[in-house]
């Protein structure tokens, strides 16, 4: 399994907060129970950057603030997505064992809200202290003993979660040759449902931002025609296209700062469909001209 987070009870949860914590910035109201799951909604994140400070500020914008006006987002949907994955680069700058120390506390909120959140890691991550910040999941038993890497079944697709963080600090990305052949032989052990791929790392590399391993990865999944989406983070920049092969590429907005001024900061809520998945684009900003932009995407053929 990667970083999965189970829910936690919402009292438990609520009687911290009388204490201090997390919970101040966010009303009883959110956590009424008996909300519906929608097993084929989900929340994209990923850049979140959240630094120990939680005053600190990053390209004009405070990284905590960003990340709760998320969290209340998510909490106040009328129906509870089935997850929340973020994809990689959790850490500020440089994975810090007080940045993850953060980053524990303030998903709780969500996860009080009976939503399981789904950690994958990038540049900005440490693995080590990431692992260390959540002891009880760093003994869980994954597919590659050294690596965040995991397959998540659910309703209508399965969810391959990659740990492309080569080395901390050092920018582009790179899977090695045991996670792209553990995903071949997981993808073709699982041919019957649409298979969505998501790591940090966008394909391709140009100077040092990217996938190393793009071409290596683009081999395993054009042919198998089972993988309809490779979904990302790590440029910043929202973007959606398709390749030659008909895979769709999906780059997921920042939660964090964004490094043109005119790009939208947010996340994404995907629904799945029969055919395909519905992408609605929510930025930090409700006044940004992109937001709730409406993405359909239909699968390629099988
Ligand atoms: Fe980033």
Known sequence: MPIHLPPISRRQFLLRSLAGGAALAFSPSLFAAGKRTDPNSWALLSDIHLAADRSFMARGINMTDHFTEVSRELLALPKCPAGVFITGDCAYNSGQAKDYALIA????????????????????????????????????????????????????????????????????????????????????????????????????????????????????????????????????????????????????????????????????????????MRLELRCVDPKHPSQGQVVKLDWRAS
Do not use: C
């Not at 692992?131 to 869980?140: G, I, L, M, N, S």
């Not at 600090?169 to 090695?176: A, R």
């Open 105 to 276: 506390e303030l998903l709780e909120p969500i996860r009080a809200g009976q939503m399981p959140v789904h950690l994958a890691l990038g540049n900005h991550d440490n693995r080590e202290r990431f692992w260390d910040a959540f002891p009880t999941e760093k003994a869980v038993q994954r597919p590659l003993a050294d690596r965040q890497v995991a397959l998540l079944r659910t309703e209508r697709a399965n969810w391959f979660i990659l740990d492309s963080l080569e080395k901390t600090l050092s920018t582009p990305g790179l899977l090695g040759q045991e996670q792209l052949d553990w995903l071949a032989g997981a993808l073709d052990a699982n041919p019957d449902k649409p298979a969505l791929v998501l790591l940090h790392h966008n394909p391709g590399i140009n100077g040092n931002i990217g996938l190393k391993d793009s071409a290596a990865l683009l081999e395993i999944m054009r042919p198998r025609k089972q993988v309809k989406a490779y979904l990302f983070g790590h440029t910043h920049d929202w973007d959606v296209w398709q390749d030659a092969s008909g895979i769709h590429l999906i780059n997921l907005p920042p939660v964090a700062y964004v490094f043109s001024k005119e790009k939208p900061a947010g996340w994404v809520h995907a629904t799945l469909e029969r055919k395909g």
